[in-house]
């Protein structure tokens, strides 16, 4: 998870020092994550972030954006530079963010590295598709489609299940 200081991360300070702060908060909130708990957002820098805020960043008004994380089935960060390079070299997006999400079925919290698309619908399908190489063949199970509120529903792949939805302003 380490990388040298980054100048363009606008954060003052170094990756690796932005990396250990990332790991330190997900490493505290995981003892207390359980499958009913919020998923909780970090910024490039390593501040929560609210999903609301998130909208906000892209800067597309009252339209929808998605959230699509990279990592799929990460449970510890030493990969964490390997997906933020991926985003940032791979897709050319600078706007990267860091999420922890409850996985119920595995009794485990996932570690994500995160990045924002348009809301269309082929769009979000392609890019549930697109990261399985770095994932060891596993896709992306879900995005989430957040309004200007905060509030989300999760677009499933289609090779899984139909969309479900929850009212998490101000996560």
Same mark, same amino acid.
């Given at each position: 998870?380490?990388?040298?200081?980054?100048? #363009?991360?606008?954060? *003052? /300070?170094?990756?690796?020092?932005? *990396?250990?702060?990332?790991?330190?908060?997900?490493?505290?909130? /995981?003892?207390?994550?359980?499958?009913?708990? =919020?998923?909780?957002? $970090?910024?490039?820098?390593?501040?929560?972030?609210?999903?609301? @805020?998130? &909208? &906000?960043?892209?800067?597309?008004?009252?339209? !929808?954006?998605? $959230?699509?994380?990279? #990592?799929?089935?990460?449970?510890?960060?030493?990969?964490? !530079?390997? +997906?933020?390079?991926?985003?940032?070299?791979?897709?050319?997006?600078?706007?990267?963010?860091?999420?922890?999400?409850?996985?119920?079925?595995?009794?485990? #919290? @996932?570690?994500?590295?995160?990045?924002?698309? /348009? =809301?269309?619908?082929?769009?979000?399908?392609? &890019? $549930? =598709?697109? &990261?399985?190489?770095?994932?060891?063949?596993?896709?992306?199970?879900?995005?989430?489609?957040? *309004?200007?509120?905060?509030?989300? =529903?999760?677009?499933?792949?289609?090779? +899984? !299940?139909?969309?479900?939805?929850?009212? $998490?302003?101000?996560?």
């Amino acid at each position: 998870m380490i990388d040298s200081a980054d100048p #363009t991360n606008n954060c *003052d /300070e170094s990756q690796e020092s932005i *990396d250990k702060k990332i790991q330190s908060i997900f490493e505290i909130e /995981e003892k207390i994550f359980t499958e009913n708990s =919020n998923p909780m957002y $970090l910024d490039k820098c390593g501040k929560k972030i609210t999903l609301q @805020e998130i &909208h &906000h960043e892209t800067g597309i008004g009252d339209n !929808s954006v998605v $959230l699509i994380a990279v #990592t799929s089935e990460q449970y510890n960060r030493d990969n964490f !530079s390997k +997906y933020r390079e991926y985003i940032k070299n791979n897709l050319n997006k600078n706007r990267i963010y860091y999420g922890l999400w409850p996985d119920t079925k595995k009794n485990k #919290t @996932e570690w994500d590295v995160l990045y924002t698309i /348009e =809301n269309n619908s082929d769009e979000i399908q392609k &890019h $549930l =598709n697109l &990261h399985n190489q770095i994932n060891n063949g596993v896709t992306q199970k879900m995005a989430l489609i957040i *309004d200007k509120d905060g509030n989300w =529903n999760i677009q499933n792949n289609e090779s +899984y !299940s139909q969309t479900t939805s929850n009212s $998490l302003g101000g996560i």
